[in-house]
């Protein structure tokens, strides 16, 4: 879609996104390679050029792959990437789990990103969360605001469908990646965390997107694997062939049950025990 189809209500949201951007004057961007942190990425470097810098936080809970993405993300664009090795397992609020897991990583993380910031003479820290954002369980956006991080996507009224709209009209090829979110999401609250477990559930993730399931979820309850994959997918994974396989290697992986989720791929799905 190019940019002369969208409706005015989104340019606004994009020409207001620009503006407050460039007021930042310099910018530091918390990078994962999602699809809002891309956009969001993709505009700071068109405004404000070397005075945009992405860094990228790396732990167990970041998928290879995706780290992999957001290095070639900004080698082709040109742009400066700083990626750094962070360790929240110091961290026994994150390690041990509990509903409010999300805001000790992302305080580590901001403060780290603090230290970059100053280091590179950099104004500003800005993360990529958008107007859905509010209406789900998000403790991080609590450390967020408790560090002064700035959330232009936000601040600009934008949506996740907003944002893939005008992402696909500057011709990003994240426009429409399947949402990501770290590995420890697919634990249950209370079950702590481990490395061992964020490998396990990182191989059996990028199993089941070699094989064709690029939205999916491996969520895990001690020695059980509950599989998620979108509805339209449900019937391809229980196929009698690819069950099979994808069973041989969750076995290998060290899971005793497999199971597939009826209710197929939905965000946030271990949010459901908070309501309980």
């Known amino acids: 879609m190019p940019f002369s189809e969208l409706s005015l209500d989104l340019k606004e949201k994009f020409d207001r996104l620009q503006a407050n951007i460039r007021n930042l004057g310099s910018l530091l961007i918390a990078f994962s390679g999602g699809v809002d942190s891309t956009f969001l990425l993709a505009v700071a470097y068109e405004a404000l050029g070397e005075k945009a810098l992405?860094?990228?936080?790396a732990d167990a809970s970041i998928p290879r792959r995706e780290l992999e993405e957001a290095k070639t993300f900004c080698r082709e664009r040109g742009i400066r990437h700083i990626v750094c090795t962070v360790n929240p397992m110091k961290d026994t609020g994150y390690r041990q789990n509990g509903p409010d897991r999300c805001y000790f990583c992302k305080r580590g993380v901001f403060m780290e990103l603090g230290r970059l910031a100053e280091e590179n003479g950099i104004e500003h820290i800005?993360?990529?969360?958008?107007?859905?954002?509010?209406?789900?369980?998000?403790?991080?956006?609590?450390?967020?605001?408790?560090l002064s991080i700035q959330s232009p996507l936000r601040e600009a009224g934008l949506s996740k469908a907003d944002i893939r709209s005008l992402a696909k009209a500057m011709g990003l090829s994240t426009w429409n990646k399947p949402a990501s979110a770290c590995l420890a999401s697919r634990l249950p609250y209370g079950e702590e965390i481990s490395e061992e477990k964020l490998h396990r559930i990182e191989y059996a993730e990028q199993f089941l997107i070699e094989h064709g399931f690029l939205q999916e979820r491996v969520r895990v309850h001690g020695n059980l694997a509950r599989i998620e994959v979108s509805q339209e997918n449900i019937a391809a994974l229980a196929a009698e062939e690819i069950r099979h396989a994808i069973c041989r290697e969750f076995r290998r992986l060290g899971f005793t049950f497999v199971t597939l989720d009826l209710e197929g791929y939905r965000t946030g799905s271990m949010n459901a025990t908070l309501t309980r």
């Not at 990529?128 to 408790?146: H, V």
Request: net charge negative; no cysteine; charged share 30%.
């Open 54 to 57: 992405a860094v990228t936080a």
């Open 126 to 146: 800005a993360e990529g969360s958008n107007m859905d954002d509010l209406g789900d369980y998000r403790p991080g956006l609590r450390a967020a605001k408790e």
